[in-house]
C-alpha cells in the first residue's frame, strides 16, 4: 500500500492514467517560442536537454530547431541550435526600451503626426514610439484614437479626444490588450491611418514581433485601416523576430530615422512603399 502512495504523490493524475509531459502540454508555437526564449537567455539550446525537459522526443525538437532556421530565427549546430546575430526574440518591457534610440523616436513620432489631419481616426499598436506618436498627437483637438495599449490611453486621457480602448488580456511587457476580445472589437474598427509597433523589419520578409498574440491582434489592426504605416528607429531592419505581423507589400507608407540602411531604403522605393527619413 506504501508503494501506491508513492507512486501517486505530487501528481493530479488518477491511478491508470497518464500524466502529460509539459511539453506535449503546449501548442507547437507555443513550445517553439519558449525555444526561442532560451535560446535568447542562454545563446543556446541543446537536443538532448530540451528533449528532456520539455518530455518531447529528440526527433520532434529537431524538426522545430529546422523550422526556426528556416524563418533565420536560430542558427542550426550540432545537437542543438544557437543564437543568430540579426535575430530580435526577447519581448523586452516598455520600461526597458523607453530610453533606447528616444531622439530618433521623437523626430519619427513628429514626422507621423505630420501625416495626421484633425478630425481622422487613428489606430495606434503598443510600443515605445507609438508612445512618442501620441504624444506628438496631442497638437490636435478632435481626434478619435483607437488603441490596445493602455499607457497610451492614460497618456492622452487628459485630452478631448474620443479614446477608444480594445479589451482582451493583458500582456505586461507591452501593456497591450491581445485576445480574441482585443480582435473581435479591432474587427469593427475602420481608422484612417494605422501607426505599428516594429520589433523587427525585413524588407524581404515583412514586419514582427516576439508574440503570436500580438502578431494576430496587429494583423486585425492592418485590416481595419485605410492606411498602414509602421514606425520604428533604423535598428530595427534586418531584424527578424517570432511572428510575422505582414508582408511589405502591406505597407504603405515606413517612418523611420535617417541612419536607415541606404539599401533597405532604396529596396523599400523600389516596392511602391514611400520611406520618410525622420
Do not use: W
Not at 18 to 25: E, F, M, P
Not at 45 to 55: I, K, N, R
Not at 141 to 156: D, F, K, S
Not at 238 to 258: M, N, Q
Request: glycine share 8%; hydrophobic share 40%.
Amino acid at each position: 500500500m506504501a508503494t501506491k502512495r508513492g507512486r501517486h504523490k505530487g501528481t493530479n493524475t488518477a491511478p491508470g492514467s497518464v500524466a502529460l509531459s509539459v511539453g506535449q502540454g503546449m501548442l507547437i508555437g507555443e513550445r517553439r517560442q519558449h525555444v526561442l526564449k532560451l535560446v535568447d537567455r542562454d545563446g543556446r539550446v541543446l537536443v538532448s536537454e530540451l528533449s528532456e525537459s520539455l518530455g518531447i522526443s529528440p526527433i520532434t525538437i529537431r524538426k522545430d530547431l529546422d523550422y526556426l532556421e528556416q524563418q533565420g530565427l536560430v542558427q542550426r549546430t550540432h545537437g542543438g541550435a544557437l543564437a543568430p546575430h540579426n535575430s530580435t526574440l526577447i519581448d523586452l518591457s516598455l520600461k526597458s526600451k523607453e530610453s533606447q534610440q528616444s531622439r530618433e523616436k521623437q523626430a519619427i513620432a513628429e514626422a507621423a503626426a505630420s501625416l495626421v489631419q484633425e478630425g481622422q481616426c487613428i489606430l495606434l499598436d503598443s510600443g515605445t514610439t507609438t508612445t512618442a506618436v501620441a504624444r506628438a498627437l496631442r497638437r490636435f483637438r478632435h481626434l478619435t484614437i483607437v488603441t490596445n495599449a493602455m499607457n497610451i490611453a492614460a497618456e492622452l486621457s487628459d485630452t478631448d479626444f474620443d479614446i477608444i480602448v480594445v479589451g482582451g488580456n493583458l500582456r505586461k511587457n507591452s501593456l497591450s490588450l491581445v485576445g480574441p476580445l482585443a480582435e473581435d472589437a479591432l474587427r469593427q474598427i475602420q481608422a484612417d491611418i494605422l501607426f505599428l509597433g516594429v520589433d523587427g523589419f525585413d524588407v524581404k520578409t515583412g514586419v514582427m514581433t516576439p508574440s503570436l498574440l500580438e502578431a494576430r491582434a496587429n494583423r486585425v489592426m492592418v485590416a481595419a485601416s485605410r492606411r498602414v504605416i509602421p514606425v520604428f528607429d533604423s535598428t530595427k531592419f534586418e531584424r527578424r523576430s517570432l511572428a510575422l505581423i505582414i508582408p511589405p507589400s502591406g505597407v504603405h507608407t515606413v517612418i523611420t530615422d535617417k541612419n536607415a540602411p541606404k539599401d533597405q531604403v532604396d529596396a523599400l522605393r523600389a516596392a511602391g512603399i514611400e520611406v520618410i527619413l525622420a
